[in-house]
């Protein structure tokens, strides 16, 4: 399974965009690379899903070069209510269960 | 997405005795089901899976004796702590995978604390 490198914090004050990447070096070529959203206390929370290029939907975007070996989440104007931590991973296949790293806490503020 | 539930959402019990937590997929059926647990300001460590009609696999350090998981029904699924320490005070999450592209679903967790 392809290891995934993130910034263990970030901090932001509202309205702005935050963007979080993450590095996957050794990912495979049937790899997708997916972003969870945890709030304390809560399962996680499925945010977006992309394969190559740019996917974007209601709440974000995700960027991903062409060779892959990182992805970058953009939250746009984010808000009080973003603080949560933010899990990169990769995922090889349906069925496969998702390993979680340390995630990226991120912190908003007034 | 998916709709899971756990049940309870917290619960506290007394040190030696056992806690069944149960996990339903309420809109989709689950061919596998994992389980997941979490310490404070730690990530999900994946405990074990379960394929429906089958034994579970856990993962290196996990006693299954001690974390008996069935799977009887593709809905669902429950995860029994026997015996249960201080130690296993700890989030328990829930996560079946089926059929539905490659999302995958979380439940939204259990609160276990052991006195």
């Known amino acids: 399974l392809a290891k995934t490198t993130q910034p263990i914090s970030m901090d932001s004050y509202e309205g702005q965009e935050v963007n979080i990447t993450c590095s996957h070096n050794?990912?495979?070529?049937?790899?997708?690379i997916t972003w969870y959203q945890q709030f304390p206390s809560q399962g996680p929370r499925f945010i977006i899903q992309g394969y190559k290029t740019k996917v974007t939907n209601e709440v974000a975007s995700l960027f991903i070069p062409a060779d892959r070996k990182s992805s970058t989440l953009s939250l746009p104007r984010v808000s009080l209510s973003d603080t949560a931590v933010y899990y990169c991973l990769v995922l090889n296949q349906a069925g496969t269960a998702l390993i979680f790293g340390k995630g990226t806490t991120l912190s908003v503020s007034s | 997405g998916a709709v899971v539930s756990q049940h309870p959402s917290w619960v506290i019990c007394k040190s030696g005795t056992s806690v069944k937590i149960e996990c339903r997929s309420l809109d989709f059926q689950a061919t596998t089901m994992f389980w997941y647990r979490q310490f404070p300001k730690q990530s999900l460590m994946l405990m074990a899976t379960?394929?429906?009609?089958?034994?579970?696999?856990?993962e290196q350090g996990v006693e299954k004796d001690k974390f008996l998981i069935n799977h009887a029904s593709l809905t669902l699924s429950t995860l029994t702590v026997t015996s249960a320490h201080p130690e296993d005070s700890s989030f328990y999450i829930c996560?079946?995978?089926?059929?539905?592209?490659?999302?995958?679903?979380f439940g939204p967790g259990t609160r276990l604390t052991v006195l």
């Open positions: 050794n990912i495979a070529t049937n790899d997708y």
């Open positions: 379960s394929n429906e009609g089958s034994k579970a696999t856990y």
């Open positions: 996560s079946p995978s089926g059929k539905k592209n490659n999302e995958q679903f």
